[in-house]
C-alpha cells in the first residue's frame, strides 16, 4: 500500500518577512518579502533540493500572492521566479507595481533578515 502524498501548508512569517511552504511539518521552502508602504516587495524565493521538481514554488508564490491580495497590498516582484510566475497568471496584474530603480535602492537599503 502506497503512503499519501502529503498536502502542502503556506504559512506567513512576518517576523522573518517570509512565507513559508512546508511539507510534513519540514519547511521545505520560502519566498521572502519586505513591505514598503502598501507594497509587498517579493525578492527571494527557493525550494529546497530535497522537495525540488514538486511544484511546491508554484503553490508557494501562488498562496503568498493571493494572501496580499486579501491584505489590500500591491505586489513588486524584485524575485525572477515570482516575477516569471506573474508572467503566466494575469489574474494578480491589477495588483503589480513594476520595479522600479527607487525600489531597487530601497531593498539594498534594508537590513535583511
Given at each position: 500500500m502506497t503512503q499519501p502524498v502529503p498536502t502542502p501548508?503556506?504559512?506567513?512569517?512576518?517576523?522573518?518577512?517570509?512565507?513559508?511552504?512546508?511539507?510534513?511539518?519540514?519547511?521545505?521552502g520560502l519566498t521572502a518579502y519586505r513591505d514598503r508602504d502598501d507594497q509587498r516587495v517579493f525578492y527571494h524565493t527557493?525550494?529546497?533540493?530535497?522537495?525540488?521538481?514538486?511544484?511546491?514554488?508554484?503553490?508557494?508564490?501562488?498562496?503568498?500572492?493571493?494572501?496580499?491580495?486579501?491584505?489590500g497590498k500591491r505586489i513588486v516582484p524584485v524575485c525572477p521566479y515570482v516575477a516569471k510566475f506573474l508572467k503566466k497568471?494575469?489574474?494578480?496584474?491589477?495588483?503589480v507595481d513594476p520595479v522600479t530603480p527607487e525600489i531597487l535602492q530601497w531593498l539594498d537599503t534594508v537590513p535583511a533578515s
Open positions: 501548508t503556506v504559512r506567513r512569517v512576518d517576523p522573518k518577512h517570509r512565507y513559508e511552504i512546508l511539507v510534513d511539518d519540514t519547511v521545505a527557493e525550494v529546497d533540493d530535497a522537495f525540488a521538481g514538486q511544484g511546491l514554488a508554484s503553490v508557494l508564490v501562488q498562496q503568498a500572492l493571493t494572501d496580499v491580495r486579501t491584505s497568471h494575469d489574474e494578480f496584474a491589477d495588483i
